[in-house]
């Protein structure tokens, strides 16, 4: 456009455009969802602004949160609008010209080999999206703080920025003008839109309308002639009916009157605007939470593996929904440190922020959801909402509800709790299971999230008791399968004390292990720890239900309950061996071992090196060699 200032778009928004352009992608339907998307957190955000300094909203019409979606059939134009914050001059060139979001050159890779563009949402992109279903773009808006602009681009490689001196203001807003490419012909239909919104879009929590029409009854005066046709059909009926006749003879003193069909254009909200988690939760169908979490996750397909919908009373007040995604973040625990949280935090009604870190525990990072809170104060900035007391509670009381959430997985799934049981006993029992996902779930989640759990019991001490009944473990007893601690101590033998676990890098190795031997050979279960991570588990959870956890290569471990004659025998046995250790310990020297000693534990071996109570494990030690390498 002659005028304009034109801009260049940066490579990787044009290495992004060529595969939208050229994508063979058969659900176009996404650029829709991104684009009300978009409204949404622009309206989101003018309504935060307008906490601290309500006049920012302005008055009557431009005072309305609100997004309209309008359809011109004839010139194949459909338009979006929203009155929300708007864009600047250079709020324009910047978030329409430049890809921000790290992580993009990882999508473009992605998408290059073919990958799934619904995602593109999730990567700070949804914007482009619209080139799927569009040839030139018009992006019309007003901030407050700058006149009126309008960006424009037909994906060739550039943009131009020009001012709207002419156009209709906005007020404030954005309006996106979509010229349909003549492939997607299919949007230039008002139901096609009905639907699309319906599918995608019913979460947004302001109202969106579209210009639609619809059929009404009308009231017209009946003209002459039909009137005649309508005495025809009178005197027909008059002989099957005298009620009839009496009702006509009354109406004869009014005008008469037929209904005919109109057509008429109006606004048609197209969402219901209370938001999911207000709603009670036995009013919500499952089928809705799901919706829900595909809107907020922007993945269209995506289904949660478990949710939770809680309304906290008390001290603090807040309704949340937590969902358990079907998998952890990629690298969960490489990216452990980087992941941005993923729940929204409301404050009666309004958005505040999605990436309030102090909501959740690191370790429960990978959970979505909302949070709506009425005991936070509203007219304050994100810094002291931040600070704010009733945080800490609102937080205490979400990591209660998620792992609530997650013993409930544990406890609905027959394969977890009959562990142990042979399977036909498990199989008949299962007849009775109200959720058939639910056989097996636990062992997806624990796939999925065990290390999580695991950083738990490390770095959450008020809760470790209750992560360690959801920690599952390999042990000598327990197969192929996990088994819970639970099930480990319902499994002690009398008079046995301690968990006996033992670490190392496989399940075989271990079993093999000399320090296990003797225990094996007694029938004590031993954990078999080969998570490297699990060293630093034992590190922290030093004992489950008041029995205290053992490391089988170190020092002190006592097999059983010992009787006096057993006593007595080994107390002999020291005596005789006595010159031998002694020896033993002159020729490695003092500095090579802290004592050498007879010892039960063996039943085949000869000998072991053991750790003592208070150092590394052999383990541990090979894990820090590792790692200093
Ligand atoms: P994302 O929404 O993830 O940031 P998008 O590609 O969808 O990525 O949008 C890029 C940016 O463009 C947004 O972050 C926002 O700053 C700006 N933007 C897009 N649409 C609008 C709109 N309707 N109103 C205001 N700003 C918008
Ligand atoms: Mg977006």
Not at 196 to 202: H, P
Not at 519 to 528: C, R, S
């Amino acid at each position: 456009r002659a005028g304009g200032e034109k801009f260049e778009f940066q490579a990787e928004v044009n290495r992004l455009m060529d595969i939208i352009i050229n994508s063979l992608y058969s659900n176009k339907d996404i650029f829709l969802r991104e684009l009300i998307s978009n409204a949404s957190d622009a309206l989101d955000k003018i309504r935060f602004l307008s906490l601290t300094d309500p006049t920012i909203l302005g008055e009557g019409e431009a005072a309305k949160l609100e997004i309209k979606i309008k359809l011109d059939k004839e010139n194949k134009i459909l338009t979006i609008r929203d009155r929300g914050i708007g864009m600047t001059k250079e709020d324009l060139i910047k978030n329409l010209g430049t890809i921000a979001k790290s992580g993009t050159s990882s999508f473009l890779e992605q998408m290059q080999k073919g990958g799934d563009l619904n995602l593109i949402g999730q990567f700070g992109v949804g914007f482009y999206s619209v080139y799927l279903v569009a040839d030139t773009v018009e992006v019309v808006s007003k901030h407050n703080t700058d006149k009126q602009w309008v960006w424009e681009s037909q994906a060739d490689g550039s943009f131009t920025v020009y001012e709207d001196a002419d156009g209709e203001s906005l007020e404030r807003g954005t309006e996106i003008r979509i010229h349909l490419k003549d492939e997607a012909s299919e949007y230039a239909d008002e139901d096609k839109l009905k639907a699309l919104v319906s599918r995608y879009s019913q979460f947004i929590n302001f109202p969106i309308s579209l210009w639609a029409s619809k059929e009404v009854d009308k009231e017209v005066p009946v003209e002459e002639e039909e009137e005649v046709e309508d005495d025809v059909a009178d005197s027909k009926d008059e002989e099957e009916s005298t009620e009839e006749e009496e009702e006509e003879v009354e109406e004869e003193d009014k005008p008469k009157t037929k209904t005919t069909k109109e057509t008429v254009w109006d606004w048609e909200l197209l969402n219901d605007v209370k938001p999911v988690w207000l709603r009670s939760p036995k009013d919500v169908p499952d089928e809705d939470y799901v919706k829900f979490y595909q809107s907020l996750t922007k993945e269209s397909w995506a289904k949660p593996m478990s949710w939770a919908h809680f309304n906290a009373e008390g001290d603090v007040e807040f309704k949340a929904i937590l969902y358990i995604p079907a998998s952890a973040p990629p690298q969960f625990y490489d990216n452990y440190y980087t992941i941005s949280p993923d729940v929204k935090l409301y404050v009666r009604r309004v958005f505040i922020s999605d990436d309030f870190d102090d909501l959740l525990p690191r370790y429960l990072i990978f959970l979505k959801g909302i949070v709506d809170s009425d005991t936070l104060p509203l007219n304050v900035s994100r810094e002291m909402l931040q600070q704010h007391s009733a945080l800490k509670l609102i937080k205490k009381k979400l990591v209660r509800k998620a792992l609530d959430m997650i013993r409930k997985i544990a406890e609905d799934d027959e394969d977890d709790t009959k562990k142990g049981a042979d399977d036909d006993e498990a199989e008949s029992a299962d007849k009775g299971s109200k959720d058939p996902e639910a056989r097996g779930k636990y062992a997806k989640f624990w796939g999925q999230y065990g290390k999580a759990i695991k950083l738990g019991i490390i770095e959450d001490a008020s809760n470790r008791v209750r992560l360690a009944k959801l920690l599952r473990v390999h042990t000598s007893k327990s197969g192929d399968k996990l088994t819970s601690l639970e099930e480990y101590v319902s499994r002690m033998k009398p008079g046995q004390k301690q968990l006996y676990f033992i670490s190392g890098e496989s399940k075989e190795q271990l079993a093999q292990s000399p320090f296990v031997e003797k225990l094996l050979k007694k029938d004590y279960e031993v954990i078999y720890f080969t998570d490297p991570i699990d060293e630093y588990v034992t590190g922290q959870l030093t004992e489950f239900d008041d029995k205290k956890f053992q490391d089988a290569t170190k020092e002190d471990l006592k097999v059983g309950e010992r009787d006096e004659d057993e006593k007595k025998k080994f107390k002999e046995t020291k005596e005789e061996f006595k010159d031998l250790t002694k020896w033993w310990k002159d020729v490695l020297g003092g500095s090579e071992v802290e004592g050498v000693k007879v010892s039960k534990r063996l039943h085949r071996t000869p000998c072991v090196v053991v750790t003592s109570k208070y150092g590394w494990s052999a383990n541990m030690e090979r894990l820090m060699k590792a790692q200093a390498m």
